[in-house]
Each structure stands twice: as C-alpha cells, then as structure tokens.
C-alpha cells in the first residue's frame, strides 16, 4: 500500500460566471485589500477590457495603482519594477489580471516584496518555501483573462533567470489567490492565436497531470474531465470567438488543468519551458507543438490509461485514436506541426540543441514525465519536433 500516499490540496474561492468582474470592489473588501496593485501586461492595459475594470475602482472609491511592464515570460527585471511600484504605493495587496504572464508576476509581487531573500531561494524544490516569512506576503486577488495556464488557482509563480535563460518555478502555499473572479465575458476579446496557444496548454496540463505516475484519483478525475471540456468547446471558441459557453467551458478546464497537476506535469512542459525561455515563444503554443511527440514518447506508460480517457471522451480506436484526434485539434487550431512554425529563422546547432536538452532533464516538470526523460531523449524528441517527424 505504500504507492498509495499522496498529498491533496484544492483551490482557493472562484465567483465563476459571466458579469462578475462588477463584484470586484466587494471581493477586495471581503479580502481587506484598500489600496491594490493592479498588474497587467502592456497590451492588455491599452484594451477597453482594462479601462472598464478600473473605473469600477474608481466608481467605488478604491485607491490604486498599476503596473504593466510584463513580458510574455516574465523576468526577474520584471519583478524587480513591479515592488518598486508596490512599496513606493504603499499597496497592500494586488490584483493580478490578465494571462499566465500577469498572473504569475501579480502573485510574484505580493510574494516577494517584502521578503528579504533573493527571489530563487524560494525555487519549488524540498521546502525550500519555508525560508520565507509567510505573514509579509500580501492578499492577491486573481482575474484571468484567457483560458489556459490556470495560474489563478496555483501556489507558484515561473519567472525566467535572465543570466540562465531557464524558467524557475517559485513556489508558497500563501502565494494562492484569496479570491478569483472567473468572469468569461473578459475573455471574449482574445484573437484566435492566444484562444489557441491558451487552450492547449490548458489541455496539456490535464493530459500530462492525467498521465503523471502517482496516486492521485481526484485529479485524474479533474484532469480528465477538462480534457473533456477542452477538446469539445476550444475549437468552438476558436472558431467564434463570442461563443460564451465555450469561452465558460475553457476557463473551467484551465482552472481544472491547473488544479491537476499538483499531481505532476512531464516533458511537454518540460521541453517547452527552455524554448520559452530562450526564443520567448507562446508558453501554450509550444506545449501545442511538442504534444504529439511526446505522447508517442510515452507511450509504453500511458497506453492503458489513454485508452482509458479515450473511451470517456468518446474517441474511438485507443491510444491511436487519442493520438490522431490531438493532431487533429492541433490542425484545426492552426498549430505548427514543427518549431519552425514558431521561430523565425530557426537554426539550431549541436551546442544549442544540447544546451535544451541539458535544461529540459533538470526542469522540475521533468520527474514527472511517465518515462524518464534522459538527455539523448530530449534531444531525440527535439530533433523531431525540428523535423516535424512522428
């Protein structure tokens, strides 16, 4: 009975549902937050999307400030900037608002700022969290505005390290969202790419965590049902952007993939962070490209357990269906089939090739992965996915 030892843990409170955003006011109130940072990305923060949440802050009388340097994956620079602008206001929480990017460096801010170490000590690995004082860390409020990374409901946040290149996962229990306001309506507005890259890795985080080795059927539950969810309402909202129910559908299965992977994540991820990291490609989108490569890759570990979810999600033919249907999607969504699809100009020499490999093997995602993923794996499943070779 020894494999059957797990830890579980769940999400924080979600007010889900079209229209939410209005009970914004009242949930900084209930959360005690006076004076919050709103942390957004600089697109977002020209869009009307932005403009209307904050004049619900000011119709009701909430001092705040905001902050919006952000890249797509965030760096220590970045974080850095943002508790300038969080000590000098005088901010008392934060209100994270946005996609993965903002949400993570929302939640960062109001981790670290009055922390007196370095950021990466508090890297996920052991307990390295305990190192920093629980009671200095800031109420966060998390608004998603896509439907993927389901950041709004994890205890972690990933931040690029400029002088590596690599994507560090920085990890408190505390660093959860008080409250999150789930509003689809907000979502309505993205374009079809980041509809697409958004809705593959949500999917990717419920096939991975489904797949992980471990014990844990809730989220095998969890993760399958948002497979569920994923594969029958993204190409709906894709295809319409103004679809409400698939874009409540996907915001469901983004918080449901994130709640998931507690159990583990794998190589998709794993392979994806370095490219992320040294080519700022789309987080989901890179997790798009390298999913068919690495389900074939684990195969001989999975092949019962997507035969499995197959049954479930009405797919025929097993594992070869599965196999087939997630090419599909990917097809149907526009997704490259291989890298090149992604990097402009791409050219990889052995030293590079090696370098992502050597990062993918000690990312924390990798010990996750149903095989091992050793170094001459993760340059084989590199190659391919340069290749476009299954």
């Keep these: 009975m020894t494999n059957l030892i797990s830890k579980w843990n769940y999400p924080t409170t979600i007010r889900f549902g079209a229209g939410r955003i209005t009970e914004l006011p009242e949930v900084l109130k209930d959360v005690g937050i006076s004076n919050p940072l709103f942390v957004t990305d600089p697109g977002l923060a020209k869009l009307p999307v932005v403009a209307s949440t904050l004049k619900l802050l000011v119709d009701a ?49 109001a981790f670290q700022a009055h922390q007196v170490r370095p950021v990466w000590d508090f890297e996920d690995i052991g307990d390295w969290w305990t190192r920093a004082d629980g009671s200095k860390i800031a109420p966060i409020i ?28 920085i990890f408190h229990p505390k660093m959860m969202p008080a409250i999150v306001i789930a509003d689809p309506e907000l979502t309505v507005g993205m374009p079809p790419f980041i509809t697409a890259g958004t809705g593959m890795d949500a999917l990717a985080h419920c ?105 479930y999600l009405g797919i025929d033919g097993g594992f070869d269906g599965f196999a087939k249907a997630i090419l599909a999607l990917r ?28 990062m993918a093997i000690v990312d924390p995602t990798a010990g996750g992965n149903p095989v091992e993923l050793t170094r001459a794996a993760a340059l084989d499943l590199l190659n391919q996915a340069i290749d476009g070779r299954l």
Excluded: W
């Design 61 to 109: 009388g909430v001092a705040h400030g905001v902050f919006s340097d952000v890249k797509p994956n965030p760096v220590e620079s970045n974080l850095t900037a943002g508790i300038e602008v969080f000590k000098s206001g005088k901010h008392d929480g934060v209100i994270a608002f946005g996609g993965g990017s903002a949400l993570d460096l929302g939640k960062l801010i």
């Design 142 to 169: 998390a608004v998603p505005t896509t439907a993927g990374t389901g950041s709004e409901v994890g205890r972690a946040g990933v931040l690029t390290h400029e002088a590596s290149h690599t994507k560090k996962v």
């Design 207 to 311: 096939l991975e965590a489904y797949c992980a080795p471990g014990y844990h059927p809730m989220a095998d539950g969890i993760a399958l049902e948002g497979m569920r969810l994923a594969f029958e309402n993204l190409p709906k909202a894709f295809a319409n952007g103004s679809d409400l129910a698939a874009r409540a559908h996907m915001m469901s299965a983004a918080a449901m993939g994130a709640t998931a992977f507690q159990k583990g994540l794998g190589a998709i991820h794993s392979l994806s962070h370095p490219i992320g990291a040294l080519y700022d490609t789309h987080h989901g989108m890179t997790n798009a490209v390298f999913m068919p490569y690495v389900l074939a890759f684990n195969r001989s570990a999975i092949e019962e357990r997507i035969e499995r979810a197959s049954a």
């Design 331 to 358: 097809e149907e969504l526009k997704v490259p089939h291989a890298l090149a699809g992604l990097i402009k100009d791409l050219a990889m020499d052995d030293e590079r090739k090696g370098l992502i490999a050597d």
